[in-house]
């Protein structure tokens, strides 16, 4: 088992930028591909971002890429989300998961945090 905890999610306006974060325990938190969803009130959960075990191959949602970044520092089990350049479609609860296929696919993550609302004003 892995517990994750997201922190971070706030109200920001336009243009502005966040740093979210997930806290892991459990399990050996380097084992694990790590990824970013996000929902967004009446729409289906969509990937953000994903990061391999090694922290250095990443991959991003076309409607982020080159405004949002990921890590993580296996050392302190942590993986981040940074997001610059905020618009109001960002609005989201950002869920932060672990599995084992580094994949775009939400059905591939094993393991869920509980969320964490960033909601971006114009």
């Known amino acids: 088992q892995v517990q994750l905890v997201e922190s971070g999610g706030g109200l920001v306006q336009a243009g502005g930028s966040l740093r979210l974060s997930c806290a892991a325990s459990?399990?050996?938190?380097?084992?694990?591909?790590m990824g970013w969803f996000r929902q967004a009130p009446g729409k289906e959960r969509e990937f953000v971002a994903a990061?391999?075990?090694?922290?250095?191959?990443?991959r991003y949602a076309d409607s982020v890429r080159g405004r949002f970044t990921i890590s993580r520092d296996n050392a302190k089990n942590m993986v981040y989300l940074h997001m610059n350049s905020l618009k109001p479609d960002d609005t989201a609860v950002y869920y932060c998961?672990?599995?084992?296929?580094?994949?775009?696919?939400?059905?591939?993550?094993?393991?869920w945090g509980q969320g964490t609302k960033v909601t971006v004003s114009s």
């Open positions: 998961a672990a599995g084992d296929s580094y994949s775009s696919s939400a059905p591939s993550y094993n393991y």
């Open positions: 459990g399990r050996t938190f380097s084992n694990y591909v």
């Open positions: 990061i391999r075990r090694s922290a250095i191959i990443t």
